[in-house]
């Protein structure tokens, strides 16, 4: 908090922080923005909303290190955001907009985003649900990093009856991309890679099983979870997935994809991916295997 002592024992509503420096920055799930940026931001939680439970709304302002749709730093770019999130009855709102400003050549940019989170409960089964939709507009003129676009976004995650005493997670991914979307700013891949495993990028470059791209097309994912203790240090994922690309140059594909990851001690896991995707026309099934380890300080 910058003012803690404004209120010593914490019995109002005077919740401010700030945050300043290089540092990541996720955005709807990464749908807006998912990226590290030098930026400011200051946040005001714990807002006294009528009919609210809990409400924050904060600004930020990036002036570097603003990577572009197209993952490529845009040294002349801008960033403003103004996000926003909530809490009534059972659900969890967030309205988020950003703008990025820029030279005409790689062009201005403006997006705005609301989704709501909630559990329903149905057949005596909890669901945890996600519904998001994002818009993009190009407020000069359209360029390869900055188009008008639209996504929609739903997410549907349960733990079946018939699982073990911890658990195992089954989810239900689906996405509608119209036109062009594109995110305000990115570090790497598109903004779909939160759909599943085979939509979600490894942070080493731009490939993916199936693109995560958000132009004319419509796909998602149905995958399941499980673990095989209640130290829940092994899972394994196995996960279906398509989608459909209307768009220039797109092609359709379909495929599977699974993996496991093994906790090693208390501060590594090693994890290992394979997948098999088919893709329409006359290009080759794709297939692959991936490892990695991870050392958590």
């Known amino acids: 908090e910058m003012f803690p002592k404004l209120d010593w024992e914490g019995r109002t509503a005077l919740d401010w922080e700030i945050a300043f420096g290089r540092q990541p920055v996720m955005i709807h799930d990464g749908l807006l923005i998912q990226d590290t940026m030098d930026s400011v931001s200051i946040t005001r939680s714990t807002v006294p909303l009528p009919g609210t439970q809990f409400a ?13 749709s197209n993952n490529i730093e845009d040294k002349e770019a801008y960033l ?3 996000f926003s999130a909530m809490d009534v009855g059972h659900h ?9 400003d820029s030279v005409k050549a790689q062009g201005d940019q403006f997006n705005i985003a609301l989704g709501a989170t909630q559990r329903i409960i149905l057949f005596d089964t909890h669901f945890d649900t996600t519904f998001r939709v994002a818009g993009s507009h190009a407020t000069d003129n359209d360029t390869t990093i900055a188009d008008d676009g639209v996504v929609l976004f739903s997410s549907i995650a349960w733990a079946p009856k018939t699982t073990d005493p911890w658990d195992n997670i089954a989810y239900f991914n689906l996405f509608w991309a119209i036109d062009t979307y594109t995110s305000v700013s990115r570090t790497s891949g598109g903004p779909l890679g939160l759909t599943g495993l085979l939509f979600a990028g490894n942070g080493l470059g731009a490939f993916t099983p199936i693109s995560n791209q958000a132009d004319k097309s419509f796909g998602g994912s149905l995958g399941y979870q499980i673990f ?21 140059g797109g092609f359709d594909a379909f495929g599977g994809g699974a993996k496991i990851s093994q906790a090693i001690g208390k501060h590594a ?10 893709q329409s026309g006359a290009r080759d099934t794709r297939y692959g295997l991936r490892s990695e380890l991870n050392i958590i300080f």
């Open 269 to 278: 896991f090693i994890s290992l991916d394979l997948f098999g995707v088919h």
């Open 228 to 248: 095989f203790s209640p130290a829940l240090r092994r899972n394994l994922i196995l996960e279906i997935g398509g989608r459909k690309d209307d768009s220039p």
């Open 80 to 82: 403003y955001g103004l």
């Open 92 to 100: 969890t709102f967030d309205f988020d907009m950003a703008y990025v």
């Open 56 to 68: 924050r709304i904060g600004g930020l302002f990036a002036w570097d290190g603003v990577n572009r």
